[in-house]
């Protein structure tokens, strides 16, 4: 046990010890980032029984080196805005784990963003890449900018001198980002074309999530919002129930949440509300997802303008109110821990049956326990979000073969991957004793996969 902290050497520590160890290790090396440890949390709570029956994990110290980033980078980020005042933003790079493959996660342009928030992105990142089963690392960054009323020239001074300084740490096969909140097609079209302008090369691969007719694959842009839906429609059916004619409660009205809501009515579902940082929609009829692509894609509009086409929707101006619409799914898409306890609770007094993350740790502690104790189906992020990154995948390879999938090819392969993705969390948690939890069986399946491999690269 030659990697657990001297001081709880003085007898073979238990599985349980040890993981309680590691934590206390990387609460004490990780002061004032409470993100970042929630996450960690949440993958460390899950791991007991593969500790148990994989000794040679604690031997290798693999807990404490995969919660600790190969490497973190942070760094100034100096632009100036249309009439020429000069603004100093921080922009970061988080190089988690490239036991998989080259580092791959987004980059979010928000004013919330923080070394925690990047932390805790990056870590959930390299579980789910893992899951997809694809050659990924994971890796996440951004900066604490916010492009939200700033011009078209503005975002792309910032994003210029962005990628100065991130140039230098990415490629091809070193690190390859994508968008995440506040960063999209137009986003991702400034940083590469400054990229390239550095490097004096075009390497499309450095970046997924690229515009279809400049390098980048079709169904990226649908690929988080379809991929959860995929994955709850199997968690469904698993139970013998499906979209077809349920409730479904979608928060955010951005990329994920978008297609979330398309695939969902697809399916045959009415999607009666969806929201953005302002306040939520309500329509009894079915949310019109023509009319809010619109707004939010090409006019960048608030959501409240929705009511201008839709008179008879209804608009809250507390977005948590949102949880309380009665429904029988609920797809959070927005952001991190929007629904605490009383969001969990109203929807469950509301009768609620499943719940799948489309953003990243939606659901805090609490949320969680309550919708579980509660049987509410439960679909994790890093499960049911992977679609996304999968997709990105495919850019790299698609990328690599100088050669274009149909949309077609891409959505089955999609379908496939999500598919694939459950079918492993489910035998997954069945093997290590809790069988039905989907966030043990993606913890767990997530894990063993980099663990494996990082046991045999050896130390480092
Ligand atoms: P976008 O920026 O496209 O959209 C985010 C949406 O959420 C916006 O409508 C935003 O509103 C809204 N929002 C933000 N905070 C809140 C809040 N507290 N309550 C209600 N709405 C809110 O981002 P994405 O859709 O790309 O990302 C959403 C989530 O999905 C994030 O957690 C992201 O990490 C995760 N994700 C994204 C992937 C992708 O491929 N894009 C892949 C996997 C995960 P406003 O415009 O007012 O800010």
Do not use: M
């Given at each position: 046990m030659k990697a657990v902290n001297e001081s709880i050497q003085t007898k073979e520590p238990s599985a349980h010890e040890y993981i309680k160890a590691v934590h206390k290790k990387v609460r004490d090396r990780n002061p004032g980032e409470p993100e970042f440890l929630q996450a960690a949390w949440e993958v460390f709570s899950s791991l007991q029984p593969v500790f148990e029956q994989h000794p040679e994990y604690v031997e290798e110290g693999i807990l404490e080196r995969i919660s600790e980033p190969e490497r973190f980078i942070a760094f100034r980020v100096t632009w100036e805005d249309d009439a020429g005042n000069v603004h100093v933003n921080r922009g970061y790079r988080v190089q988690f784990n490239s036991t998989l493959g080259p580092f791959k996660g987004g980059l979010r342009f928000h004013p919330t963003l923080t070394g925690s928030v990047v932390k805790f992105l990056g870590f959930e990142q390299i579980f789910k890449n893992a899951l997809t089963g694809l050659p990924i690392g994971g890796g996440k960054g951004g900066a604490d900018f916010d492009p939200k009323g700033r011009s078209d020239r503005e975002i792309m001074r910032f994003c210029q001198s962005f990628m100065t300084e991130l140039s230098r740490h990415?490629?091809?096969?070193?690190d390859v980002p994508a968008g995440d909140i506040g960063v999209g097609k137009r986003e991702i079209g400034y940083l590469f074309g400054q990229y390239k302008r550095i490097r004096n090369?075009?390497?499309?691969?450095?970046?997924?999530?690229?515009n279809p007719d400049n390098g980048g694959s079709l169904i990226r842009k649908e690929a988080t919002g379809y991929g959860t839906v995929y994955f709850v429609e199997e968690m469904l059916k698993g139970e013998g129930l499906s979209f077809e004619g349920s409730r479904v409660i979608v928060s955010g009205s951005g990329n994920v949440s978008i297609y979330a809501m398309e695939k969902a009515i697809e399916f045959g579902a009415t999607v009666v509300a969806c929201s953005d940082s302002e306040g939520y929609i309500y329509d009894p009829e079915g949310i019109d997802v023509n009319t809010v692509k619109r707004l939010?894609?090409?006019?960048?509009?608030?959501?409240?303008?929705?009511l201008e086409h839709h008179p008879k929707a209804r608009f809250g101006k507390?977005?948590?109110?949102?949880?309380?619409i009665p429904c029988d799914i609920a797809l959070p898409c927005a952001t991190q821990n929007e629904i605490g306890r009383e969001g969990a609770e109203a929807l469950v007094d509301n009768g609620v049956k499943a719940i799948g993350e489309g953003a990243n740790m939606p659901c805090d502690e609490e949320a969680v326990r309550i919708l579980t104790n509660n049987h509410v189906l439960f679909a994790p992020a890093k499960a049911a979000n992977a679609g996304g990154v999968a997709v990105s995948a495919m850019e790299m390879s698609q990328n690599s073969m100088r050669y274009s999938w149909t949309s077609e090819e891409v959505d089955e392969k999609l379908h496939q991957v999500m598919k694939n993705i459950y079918r492993n969390c489910i035998e997954t948690a069945e093997k290590y004793g809790a069988p039905g939890n989907l966030i043990a069986g993606a913890n767990i399946a997530g894990f063993k996969k980099v663990a494996d491999a990082m046991l045999e690269h050896g130390l480092n």
């Open positions: 990415i490629g091809p096969d070193i090369a075009f390497e499309a691969g450095v970046f997924t999530g690229k939010k894609e090409v006019e960048r509009k608030r959501i409240y303008h929705y507390d977005k948590s109110d949102i949880w309380k």
